[in-house]
């Protein structure tokens, strides 16, 4: 079983609904989840950043962790054209001063129609 | 702000030719990175730097080389180029100390090896 696991889609809907981007692990040591953006032909972004199991949001972003079930969400409402782009989770055992130890997911490419 | 700087862009290597990707920071960080993005595959890290001086493997190390005499320049060496090694190379920095552990990553430079 790979440590991080993304559909790498892709994903199409319609503006204005709601998405979902998931990523599932196998690591329990990870305690450090953060979401990256990366538009085509550009290096990515970090885009949502959270510790341990929750919830935070940021404007029309959530990122969700559940640790017990080792599964994590991005959760997109109001989708728009400009939100088109490939979007990786990363996660780490350990905060600052570790960023070597990061794991990727494959990235989940979405596309959002006018 | 430039943040990180990656050259060139493109290029193209015939199988056995050597070549140097450049990448400079401008942002005082002490850690840089060097990823690897490949087609579906997601991010693999191939060698990382703690500070000048200073560089320790990755994940996928083999057939490259780096060097940190600065705390700006981190330059990633292909010896031997092999069509495995047609990827999209990305350069990354950030912070020991951000405890969001934000990577700051270059525009990427595409190689290509017939």
């Known amino acids: 079983q790979k440590e991080v696991e993304q559909d790498p889609g892709p994903l199409s809907v319609p503006e204005g609904a709601i998405v979902s981007l998931n990523c599932t692990y196998s690591?329990?040591?990870?305690?450090?989840f953060m979401w990256y953006r990366q538009y085509s032909r550009k290096g990515p972004e970090l885009l949502m950043y959270?510790?341990?199991?929750g919830n935070k949001e940021d404007g029309r972003f959530t990122a969700q962790v559940d640790k017990s079930s080792k599964y994590i969400s991005l959760f997109i409402r109001d989708s728009q054209p400009s939100d088109s782009a490939t979007y990786l989770c990363?996660?780490?055992?350990?905060?600052?001063?570790?960023?070597?130890?990061?794991?990727f997911g494959k990235g989940t490419l979405l596309t959002v129609n006018p | 702000n430039a943040g990180v700087t990656q050259t060139p862009k493109f290029r193209i290597l015939k199988i056995g030719q050597s070549m140097t990707l450049q990448c400079t920071q401008d942002?005082?960080?002490?850690?840089m990175y060097w990823y690897r993005q490949d087609p579906g595959m997601g991010l693999k890290l191939i060698y990382y730097?703690?500070?000048?001086?200073?560089?320790d493997k990755g994940e996928v190390p083999n057939g490259y080389n780096v060097s940190r005499s600065t705390t700006e320049d981190f330059p990633l060496r292909l010896e031997l180029a092999a069509p495995s090694q047609t990827s999209v190379y990305f350069c990354?920095?950030?912070?020991?100390?951000?405890?969001?552990?934000?990577?700051?990553f270059g525009e990427g430079s595409r190689l290509t090896v017939l």
């Open positions: 990354a920095s950030s912070y020991a100390t951000d405890p969001n552990q934000r990577l700051f």
């Open positions: 690591n329990s040591a990870f305690q450090y």
């Open positions: 959270t510790y341990s199991s």
């Open positions: 990363a996660m780490s055992p350990n905060s600052g001063g570790s960023n070597y130890k990061l794991t």
């Open positions: 942002m005082n960080h002490n850690y």
């Open positions: 730097s703690v500070g000048a001086g200073i560089t």
